[in-house]
């Protein structure tokens, strides 16, 4: 069984900063990509950005320059830094992991609950 959650959501002020984690766990034999997500309410699901096993990263415009994610592969974590929050910024952060299990070669995308991030103006 394999398990990821995500933690690290909350209210913070307009201009703070929140770090999300993400965690993998259980029959884990690789991890390949691993991606954030946000969901405000009325709008559909969006890519924040990925990270690769080796390291390299990818944005959506609407956070280039303020988000940062790393991930440690021996903890199987990814992290998802966030400065200068703005209320636009206010969803559900989701943690996507395309996963091998232990004695299988496939990949499946594996999914966080979400946590909430919340920024007042």
Do not use: H
Not at 67 to 81: G, H, M, P
Not at 93 to 98: I, L, N, S, T
């Amino acid at each position: 069984q394999v398990q990821v959650v995500e933690s690290g959501g909350g209210l913070v002020q307009a201009g703070g900063s929140l770090r999300l984690s993400c965690a993998a766990s259980g029959s884990i034999s690789s991890i390949n990509a691993m991606d954030w997500y946000r969901q405000a309410p009325g709008k559909q699901r969006e890519l924040v950005g990925s990270i690769t096993r080796l390291g390299s990263t990818t944005y959506a415009d609407s956070v280039k320059g303020r988000f940062t994610i790393s991930r440690d592969n021996a903890k199987n974590t990814v992290y998802l830094q966030m400065n200068s929050l703005k209320p636009e910024d206010t969803a559900v952060y989701y943690c996507k992991a395309d996963i091998a299990r232990l004695g299988s070669r496939s990949y499946f995308n594996y999914w966080g609950q979400g946590t909430q991030v919340t920024v007042s103006s």
